[in-house]
């Protein structure tokens, strides 16, 4: 088959093998003359540079129909240069969705090596022209804001002088547009800006390639008929319109298409012991698991039931030691089954806490992965106290021992019945073993830290994968409320995220720590802690909220929890606190209005943010509406007074709102809400619902 006629086509794009040194394939939209032309990539083989232009390309396969909408097709092609190397192009392509999921496989027939001649990676993913567009943005998801302690979403425009000064942007995503079309290239890996793994080289010209820069593989590592490079995944897409267009097509990619693991995507309620587990060892002075006990979470899952909680965590505690992951029975002596049929007969899922590289010292996880131990220098990891439980120590992710967590986890749902998983405590740094998988001992300790590094975050992803192959219905949640995590884009195709908890510190507004010993600042009722959690909610023009999980507080008073509520339902979906403290009218109320929010929330996740003012600004307005016309609308202000609302979309007739609230419809079917304040709070209107 000749190259130039092997093409793929949707319903949105044609994408066109070509092979060439300039264009190894190109994409096109539909009704579009113009074509995005992919250079390809280019690897250090044996201390030689070697570009994927391809003699032939081929399928290698047929076509596979995968659950989450889309078709994943192989190709593959023998290097023109060096005809012992062959590249093998995965696309991942879904009918209705403009995005388009790819990666690179590198083959060898002999045995050969990827280097570093120059002592640093030499490997380019990609090239694109961007000439025809005048408007190109960073986009990043990884820049940790002290303000409001949490990963943010920060938009910048790429100027041209910084294709002149061949500037490079970490991205993980670069938006480039002329009035006509719009696209996007993104790759799926992670880290904390501005410690970038890849980068996106600009030159003049206004030509763009995603290099890497450190870790993404390490000096000499093998390539051979057994031992082929897989690249990350990567992402293109363009539409014929503007970057609200493509924006509100690329959350749709996220939310149906990018993982297999479609439970991680769905909008549950979730309620974390973790809250009254510390607000108790602050304020109280008790032991962080004096909590964690049988009677207590069955008092909790009753009231939890009653707010329409959907999944019940339970937090650090639960487990005899770390590593083997075996019930407390002094603590459940039962092994969670009392706890597990009461969430069944309620129609609730279970979670537990994790913290993924910890191995007690007597666990026989640990025992039988000595070779795993986490090291640096020659040194093992520190031995350290696990939350009141048995000292422990850190193994590798990028080990054996991967494999072996996986299955105790798969263990877990069988035996336990757990279906969410929230793994704490994994920073992205820490191992340079050379015995494990990312480096041998003709590397170098600073090579293998970084590979270590780079490999971290596709090593977790692996072990969600295994698990939710042979359990679909598990969900994982990986912690990052703390910085130095992988967060980007390369998580998300296999769980989600636990974004935050309590926000920042007292430390980090440079006040004394002088309030009953507890760190955090925003741990009370009232609107603050709203204005800090809801910050992040900008990442929902790309990125679902439902996958960054954030925990708002339940207690009373009315105002404080009609606030807290308005805001989860925007996407976040969290709750912790002190449960049995809530008043009677309190329980009640969290059960009525999530109630009605769980009539829409599938139209409130799929719908595309449209956003008014700013966080404790006055108004601050959030409009989530299908294109069906349900959904909901929240309104939030820091100063009493009246305000007006006109919906952007058109809404259904039947509606709910909170009391102060009118609600009335123009000729163009949008609500047109009014709300009256007499202090700072919130208003829900829901659109769809019975009330």
């Known amino acids: 088959m000749k190259t130039e006629t092997l093409a793929l086509k949707s319903n949105c794009c044609r994408i066109t093998l070509h092979g060439g040194t300039k264009c190894l394939w190109s994409y096109r939209t539909v009704k579009s003359e113009g074509e995005f032309r992919i250079a390809p990539p280019v690897f250090e083989v044996d201390g030689h540079a070697r570009a994927a232009a391809l003699t032939e390309i081929a399928p290698g396969g047929e076509p596979i129909r995968l659950s989450n909408g889309a078709t994943e097709y192989r190709l593959i092609g023998r290097f023109a240069e060096d005809q012992d190397l062959s590249l093998e192009l995965v696309f991942r392509v879904t009918e209705d969705n403009p995005v388009v999921r790819f990666r690179y496989v590198l083959h060898s027939a002999a045995g050969r090596k990827l280097t570093k001649t120059q002592g640093r990676d030499a490997l380019t993913y990609l090239g694109i022209e961007s000439a025809d567009s005048p408007l190109v943005k960073e986009v990043r998801f990884s820049e940790f804001n002290g303000l409001a302690y949490s990963f943010v979403l920060v938009e910048e425009p790429v100027a041209a ?70 690249s990350i995944w990567l992402q293109f897409a363009a539409v014929n319109g503007s970057e609200r267009e493509l924006a509100d097509a690329y959350r749709t990619f996220v939310l149906r298409h990018m993982t297999l693991n479609a439970e991680s995507r769905k909008p549950y309620i979730f309620y974390n012991t973790w809250a009254y587990q510390e607000r108790n060892n602050a304020w109280k002075g008790t032991r962080f698991l004096d909590s964690m006990h049988q009677e207590h979470i069955l008092h909790e899952i009753e009231i939890a039931h009653r707010m329409a909680i959907d999944v019940f965590v339970l937090d650090t505690g639960w487990y005899e030691k770390t590593g083997d992951w075996r019930v407390n029975l002094k603590r459940f002596p039962d092994g969670l089954k009392a706890v597990k049929e009461k969430l069944d007969g309620y129609g609730m899922k279970l979670g537990l806490w994790f913290g993924p590289l910890h191995a007690a010292l007597t666990s026989a996880m640990h025992k039988q992965h000595q070779d795993c131990i986490v090291s640096s220098r020659g040194k093992p990891a520190g031995i350290h106290q696990i939350w009141e439980t048995e000292e422990s120590q850190n193994l590798c992710l990028v080990s054996r021992y991967a494999d072996a967590f996986a299955d105790e986890l798969i263990r877990l749902v069988k035996n336990v019945g757990v279906t969410y998983f929230k793994w704490d405590a994994i920073g992205q740094y820490g191992c340079d073993d050379p015995g494990h998988w990312h480096g041998d001992a003709s ?8 590979s270590y590094a780079f490999q971290l975050g596709l090593a977790m992803a692996h072990v969600v994968d295994r698990l939710c192959a042979a359990c679909p219905e598990a969900i994982v949640d990986f912690d990052i409320t703390e910085g130095g995590r992988y967060v980007g884009l390369g998580f998300l195709g296999a769980g989600k995220y636990f974004l935050m908890n309590n926000g920042p510190y007292f430390r980090n507004y440079n006040i004394p720590d002088v309030v009953r010993n507890w760190n955090n600042i925003f741990v009370w009722p009232g609107p603050a802690r709203g204005w800090v959690c809801r910050t992040p909610l900008t990442f929902d023009k790309w990125i679902p909220s439902v996958l960054f999980l954030t925990h708002y507080l339940p207690d009373d008073p009315a105002d404080s929890q009609l606030i807290n509520i308005a805001s989860l339902i925007l996407g976040q979906n969290g709750i912790w606190g002190d449960l049995p403290a809530m008043s009677e009218e309190g329980v009640a109320r969290f059960g009525h209005l999530l109630g009605l929010y769980k009539q829409v929330r599938d139209d409130v996740t799929e719908a595309s943010p449209i956003i008014t003012g700013h ?47 009118q609600v009335t419809f123009d000729a163009k079917g949008r609500a047109i809400i009014t709300c009256a304040f007499e202090r700072a709070g919130a208003k829900i209107v829901y659109f769809g619902v019975s009330a």
């Open 161 to 230: 002088r910084q294709f002149e000064d061949a500037a490079q942007v970490m991205g993980p995503m670069l938006v480039g547009g002329n009035g006509r079309q719009t696209w996007l290239v993104a790759y799926e890996h992670g880290s904390q800006v501005p410690d970038a793994f890849l980068s996106f080289h600009l030159t003049p010209g206004r030509a763009v390639s995603l290099r890497a820069v450190k870790g993404n593989y390490w000096n000499g590592q093998p390539l051979g008929p057994d031992q082929p490079y897989s």
């Open 443 to 450: 590397t170098t300790p600073e090579d293998r830290a970084d």
């Open 615 to 661: 966080p404790a600004g006055s108004p601050e307005i959030y409009e989530k509406i299908s294109p069906r016309g349900r959904g909901a609308v929240c309104l939030f202000t820091s100063a009493g007074g009246r305000y007006t609302y006109i919906t952007e979309h058109p809404v259904v007739p039947e509606f709910y709102a909170t009391d102060g609230t």
